[in-house]
């Protein structure tokens, strides 16, 4: 751990001490933290929005309504919120009753990333097709911006709403006048995809997240870099400034979370903040005292900055945290290529996926409560020996086409057969009824 400047303004109170966001099925995405402080928002691989108070940290509601894992969230005026996802929509939510105000279609890919526009009547979405899309929030036809090479991985508007910065994975930011919808300036082409984007037009900076591991801050007035903070730990993929816009956390791939003090661009803080794996999301609360962040556990934790220790995310080590040596081939296989979707229990809960419990032998498609793309409610297909082991040699694009499968294969014969084996003795043997067992559950 390291601290070349104090936190004097994060000493902690009562009610400002360590929380943990229990109760989402797969890795959270996306947080946000209500201008009031009173709520959170968390967006999870489950497909799931949860609403939490910020006091207690218990969950108010969830919001489902998405097809597909959720990967970003923001808060707007009015009771309201807007969410994005690999389904290709954004979504307005009423909070107070959960219910879907409107759904927002126009995109052809994934969306990744969402900015509400300064007076709220507009908001951003970053898309993996390539393209910015500006959506009046009234339900007013989009338009889009096309220019980028690449997916589109974050989007800033400045606080007048009139520029708009980009980031994309084909290694560039660019600026736009979200009046005329043209593209003004490449400021920056950095070679490897950018992620994430942080804008202080009052101090003058802009500072960016790239998948080499990059942190670094460019002059908005000339280009210039004034900064470069990379530690090494790839790639970065979170970034999130204080309510002063001075102090900034950085989460990466690796679990750590670094905070910088922007008036001299000194490391404040590096601490490992979870047990494994990457920091997908940070918000910071109103007061400053307090980081909000999400990552491959199926939960978020908001914390005081200035706490001790690592590793705080979960109670224990989580079954991706075993080490290898310490499992049989398929359960290596279950971990790597199941588990964030799928429990082998018959109690699916909150997984993006259907419970596997009883798999072999009953019809695919037919988990009451669950629900399945088109083509798998409709399919054929029986859970096997042959259909499982298809289902990985060919993979779910081709055997299951159309289906909500993430493409995924496994190349060995052995290691197919080994998951299957696995498969067979943690599943509750074969459901003779040739259906699937009754849990929320693909």
Not at 237 to 243: E, M, Q, V
Request: proline share 5%; glycine share 12%.
């Amino acid at each position: 751990m390291q601290a070349t400047a104090s936190l004097s303004w994060a000493e902690s109170d009562g009610s400002t001490g360590y929380q943990r966001l229990e109760g989402h099925g797969g890795p959270i995405k996306g947080v946000a933290i209500s201008p009031d402080g009173q709520q959170m928002l968390t967006a999870s691989f489950d497909y799931s929005v949860g609403l939490w108070s910020a006091s207690t940290g218990k969950l108010i509601r969830w919001l489902e309504g998405h097809e597909a894992a959720v990967n970003a969230v923001a808060f707007l005026p009015g009771g309201r919120a807007l969410s994005v996802g690999d389904d290709f929509d954004m979504i307005m939510w009423d909070l107070e009753s959960g219910a879907v105000l409107h759904r927002f279609e126009g995109h052809e890919g994934k969306l990744i990333g969402v900015t509400p526009g300064p007076d709220a009547t507009i908001a951003a979405t970053a898309g993996w097709d390539g393209n910015v899309g500006i959506w009046p929030l009234d339900g007013g036809a989009a338009r889009f911006l096309k220019g980028h090479g690449a997916n589109v991985n974050d989007v800033v508007f400045t606080p007048d709403g009139a520029k708009l910065y980009t980031a994309s994975y084909d290694g560039t930011i660019r600026r736009w006048d979200t009046v005329s919808g043209a593209e003004e300036v490449v400021l920056v082409n950095h070679g490897f995809g950018i992620n994430h984007l942080v804008l202080n037009s009052d101090a003058g900076w802009l500072a960016y997240g790239a998948l080499d591991g990059a942190v670094r801050a460019i002059d908005l007035a000339t280009g210039a870099q004034i900064a470069d903070l990379t530690a090494d730990r790839r790639p970065i993929l979170a970034l999130s400034a204080d309510p002063t816009g001075r102090f900034l956390a950085v989460g990466d791939g690796e679990g750590y979370v670094m905070i910088l003090d922007t008036a001299d661009w000194s490391v404040v803080r590096d601490f490992r903040a979870a047990l494994s794996g990457p920091i997908w999301a940070l918000a910071w609360e109103p007061s400053g005292k307090r980081l909000l962040a999400g990552g491959i556990a199926d939960e978020a934790a908001l914390w005081p900055i200035d706490a001790d220790g690592d590793a705080l995310f979960a109670k224990g080590p989580r079954e991706f945290h075993k080490p290898p040596s310490e499992m049989t081939n398929g359960e290596r296989q279950f971990v790597r290529k199941c588990s964030v979707c799928h429990t082998t229990s018959p109690d699916g809960g909150r997984k993006a996926g259907p419970t596997l419990w009883r798999l072999f032998g009953r019809r695919a498609g037919t988990v009451e409560g669950y629900s399945y793309s088109d083509a798998l409610a409709r399919s054929d297909i029986v859970w096997s020996d042959e259909t499982v082991a298809r289902l990985f040699s060919e993979g779910p694009d081709v055997f299951t086409p159309g289906s909500k499968m993430p493409v995924q294969r496994i190349a060995k014969a052995q290691d197919r057969r080994d998951l299957i084996h696995y498969l067979k003795e943690n599943t509750g043997g074969t459901d003779r009824a040739g259906h699937e067992g009754r849990s929320k559950t693909k």
